[in-house]
């Protein structure tokens, strides 16, 4: 299959930025826009092109994808009458990597789907660090066809591809995996803690944990003790990665999907409290979600 040439990328932050790059990098011809200028300035010096307003990006393009921080956002872009699908013709394919709610997400495909369009909802996972590496997991929901027409492009950005269902899956599948992230970085970081309250090494009990059952990705890849591991938030005052207000978002999705199918999540209603807890402070809020490690850290001299 030939792979599209034209990709217009609209929403160019600590992923999407990452991931326009990446498809430059392996011969796409990318327009991309933003509402940032600097984040526009950066794509541009990444090899995009740089388009005026999200309409003019679209125009020409085979591809359009989106990755937005809200479904607000995302409705905005595409629905209504001066939405995008409406300036879009059948032969274009949308894939929305955004992380919104299921039915937002059915509703835009459904949208699409009206006007002949193939759409896919295509949440990622793997972080700022597989962005920028070009090895996410994409989690799709939507057609057969659609995905087989995306893989190309997808496969330029990640090195993971799942088909979790009908439109919408995609994203159930995404907070179910953000509920469990989370609350895997609690208790890891908690544990953690115990053992540095009772005289451990962080690092010697990240390496016994890591070789035993407690071992899992947050304490493997994405250690939240800062001195642990290099190249991970923890080690740099926890700036950048996925910061807690997007977690907090995510654990919201989660939390009312789990209301809309009368399932029972209270680890995840746990883990949404802790972080809520922690995101009191505004200046948390804009830090990487592993430092929750924080919340249980004793402050000095105690």
């Not at 997400?105 to 295509?122: F, N, P, T, V, Y």
């Not at 994203?171 to 908690?190: D, F, P, R, S, Y």
Request: aromatic letters at 4%; hydrophobic letters at 45%.
């Amino acid at each position: 299959m030939e792979k599209p040439q034209r990709i217009a990328f609209i929403g160019l932050g600590n992923m999407g930025g990452p991931m326009a790059a990446n498809l430059v990098k392996q011969g796409f011809a990318v327009t991309a826009f933003d509402l940032s200028p600097v984040m526009l300035e950066k794509a541009q010096a990444n090899g995009c092109s740089k388009a005026e307003s999200a309409h003019a990006a679209i125009e020409g393009a085979d591809v359009v994808i989106s990755m937005l921080p809200s479904g607000e956002a995302v409705r905005a872009l595409y629905l209504g009458v001066h939405g995008l699908l409406q300036a879009m013709n059948p032969p274009t394919l949308l894939i929305d990597c955004s992380t919104i709610a299921a039915n937002d997400a059915r509703q835009i495909i459904a949208a699409a789907s009206e006007r002949g369009i193939d759409a896919l909802d295509a949440p990622v996972s793997g972080g700022t660090a597989a962005a920028a590496a070009g090895t996410l997991s994409f989690m799709c929901g939507g057609a057969e066809h659609a995905l087989q027409r995306a893989r190309p492009v997808l496969a330029a950005m990640g090195a993971n591809m799942f088909h979790a269902g009908p439109a919408g899956s995609g994203q159930v599948a995404k907070i179910c995996n953000n509920m469990l992230l989370a609350v895997q970085m609690i208790g890891t970081a908690e544990a953690l803690q115990l053992g540095v309250d009772n005289g451990l090494d962080p690092r010697v009990l990240s390496e016994i944990m890591g070789a035993s059952s407690g071992g899992n990705w947050s304490l493997e890849k994405y250690n939240p003790y800062p001195g642990v591991m290099e190249n991970v938030p923890a080690a740099q005052h926890y700036e950048g990665g996925f910061s807690v207000a997007l977690m907090l978002k995510d654990l919201g999705l989660a939390m009312d999907t789990a209301a809309g199918s009368a399932s029972s999540t209270p680890l995840g209603a746990l883990a949404k409290n802790l972080y809520q807890l922690h995101g009191g402070d505004p200046l948390n809020r804009a830090l990487d979600f592993s430092s929750i490690q924080n919340l249980f850290r004793r402050p000095a001299g105690d």
